[in-house]
RNA sequence: GCCCCCAUCGUCUAGUGGCCUAGGACACCACCCUUUCAAGGUGGCGGCACGGGUUCGAAUCCCGUUGGGGGUGCCA
């Protein structure tokens, strides 16, 4: 490798969300430009006219930031929009036409599928090469593929040969005159000085192409790292159709961003030690291409999960509360008749911190505080108010009527109820719980019913107690 | 079809010829703790795809088989 100061670059295309698999390889690339102190260029694929659409821009740009790849730091650059570069695509493009290793062919891709039906062979046959065509309507301009073959030397994958009788001579520019895939990515690898370029598996049987363009162009390649994509649990490729893929949608249901970041650097990759939850630093000083894996990696949402839950109780009780806010902000804007109160979330949040996966379910847990009647669940009720529940219920309505409002009182008088039927404290407070919360599990109970007081708590009592008697 | 890649518990991985009776994590199961549910603790289940070599010695090296994946566009 040259001492040139690294450039790595994280290309993807504006053709829709932004990809869990994407933002793997961003991340690869950002981990090493400041490990070792390179510059991470952001270059936008835009040059497929009819998929393209720009708020797909901002969506890229601000899931790279909510992964803390940002824009403000040093080592970003860009970005850059490869649309804009099309004059040097085209000059490029141009020069290999002079030069002889490229050449016009006005075949159809309908022609060129007879005559590869006729031959028995698949793909161009390159029968235009020799024609001596040059630019016009229905010309396409080819890359004439030279003889021998092309060793391309992957950082993660080693050396890997093609002969260069199985490719094909492929286009560089459509016959409408813009530049494709292949060219333009070379031209502005090599405009931005890129160097290493860490990307996808899938782009491993371009590269002998790519390696060949820069040949052509007379610079030297940059060095390759493919790195092996995500799959799904048929352990095909991820797919934006099948799978759930965009990083945007996990961000919205309550992973948080150090869950994310740290378990897609595992897909394919391990830090040194017997833990895998690991600050970013130590990522950032242990990671390297020789370390990572080659075999697909299957995107597992259990093991998504039980980091976002680890990640949530290493939280402080303000991180929480802080993270936790917009989705409770959210519940109370489409629950216009629900009453905040601030003191009781305070109170409650803590509670449900060992309590739920994904920060959206933090509403859901103490939903039934902040609204006049809980939503009584069917399947909890009938469990919970079997006998003897409706006479437990009686004998607490009428001995919370003068304990001491604390929680701790409302347990032992509780338990002291239960224990006139032989019933455990976890028996007992069932039906409590769900006369007051509406769910047969939730959050501890005497803290609520603390936070109720006594006049609501005895309302929702009585309210379940006439229900009972109401079915009998 | 052709080209290329890959192959350690169900999953993500550690392992770079002896430290491996293969380690960790997720999931699963059991027990403990416990006001429900979690969290936490303890323990358990479970793997080197197969067949040949090389070597004193192979999960590690080589070859083959099988299986999986990616590519094969006037998409990126």
Redesign the pocket.
């Known amino acids: 490798m040259s001492d040139a100061p690294l450039r790595l670059r994280f290309a993807p295309?504006p053709t829709g969300f932004f990809h869990v698999g994407g933002a793997r390889t961003a991340l690869y690339n950002w981990v090493l430009a400041k490990r070792l102190g390179g510059t991470f260029v952001l270059r936008i694929?835009d040059?497929?006219e009819a998929?393209n659409s720009p708020e797909w821009t901002q969506g890229i740009i601000d899931a790279l930031a909510w992964l803390e790849i940002s824009a403000d730091d040093p080592a970003f650059e860009g970005p850059y929009f490869q649309s804009r570069h099309r004059d040097a695509h085209i000059a490029a493009a141009r020069k290999l036409f002079d030069t002889g290793q490229a050449y016009y062919c006005d075949l159809?891709?309908e022609q060129i599928a007879e005559r590869a039906k006729a031959s028995g062979v698949?793909?161009?046959d390159g029968s235009s090469r020799d024609r001596g065509l040059g630019p016009g309507p229905?010309h396409?301009l080819r890359f004439r593929v030279p003889d021998g073959e092309t060793i391309v030397e992957d950082l993660v994958?080693?050396r890997?040969?093609?002969?260069n009788d199985?490719i094909e001579d492929f286009?560089l520019l459509?016959?409408?005159g813009s530049p494709?895939?292949?060219l333009a990515n070379v031209v502005d690898d090599m405009d931005e000085k890129i160097n290493l370029v860490i990307r996808a598996?899938?782009?491993?049987?371009?590269t002998p192409k790519q390696q060949l363009l820069w040949d052509a162009l007379g610079e030297p390649p940059p060095q390759w790292a493919h790195v092996?994509?995500l799959?799904n649990e048929?352990?095909?490729?991820l797919s934006k159709r099948r799978d759930k893929v965009a990083l945007e949608q996990y961000r919205d249901e309550g992973y948080v961003m150090g869950a994310m970041r740290n378990y897609l650097m595992?897909?394919?990759?391990?830090p040194a030690g017997?833990?895998?939850i690991v600050a970013w630093s130590q990522i950032e000083g242990e990671f390297t291409l020789d370390?990572v894996?080659?075999?697909?990696?299957?995107f597992?949402l259990?093991?998504l999960a039980?980091f976002n839950?680890?990640y949530i109780?290493m939280m402080s009780r303000e991180e929480f509360a802080h993270a936790a806010r917009p989705f409770v902000d959210a519940w109370f804007a489409a629950n216009p008749q629900a009453t905040m109160n601030e003191s009781w979330l305070a109170t409650m949040l803590p509670l449900l911190q060992?309590?739920i996966v994904t920060l959206a379910e933090v509403p859901a847990q103490i939903d039934f505080l902040f609204i006049g009647d809980p939503v009584i669940d069917d399947d909890s009720w009938a469990k919970a108010m079997k006998d003897p529940a409706p006479q437990v219920l009686a004998d607490v309505i009428s001995a919370y009527a003068q304990t001491p409002w604390n929680?701790d009182a409302l347990?032992d008088t509780l338990d002291a109820v239960g224990q006139t039927y032989g019933l455990k404290?976890?028996k007992t407070?069932a039906p409590i719980r769900v006369a007051v919360t509406g769910q047969?599990?939730?959050?501890?109970?005497?803290e609520p019913l603390e936070l109720l007081g006594r006049d609501e708590t005895i309302r929702r009592l009585q309210a379940a107690a006439t229900r009972i008697a109401s079915t009998r």
């Open positions: 295309s694929e040059t497929d998929r159809t891709s698949q793909g161009y229905g396409v994958r080693g890997v040969e093609f002969n199985t286009v459509r016959s409408n494709m895939f292949l598996e899938e782009h491993l049987p371009n092996p994509v799959v048929q352990r095909k490729k595992t897909l394919g990759w391990a017997d833990q895998e370390a894996n080659r075999s697909p990696a299957f597992d259990k093991k039980a839950g680890e109780r060992t309590r929680a347990k404290l976890g407070q047969r599990v939730g959050p501890p109970l005497f």
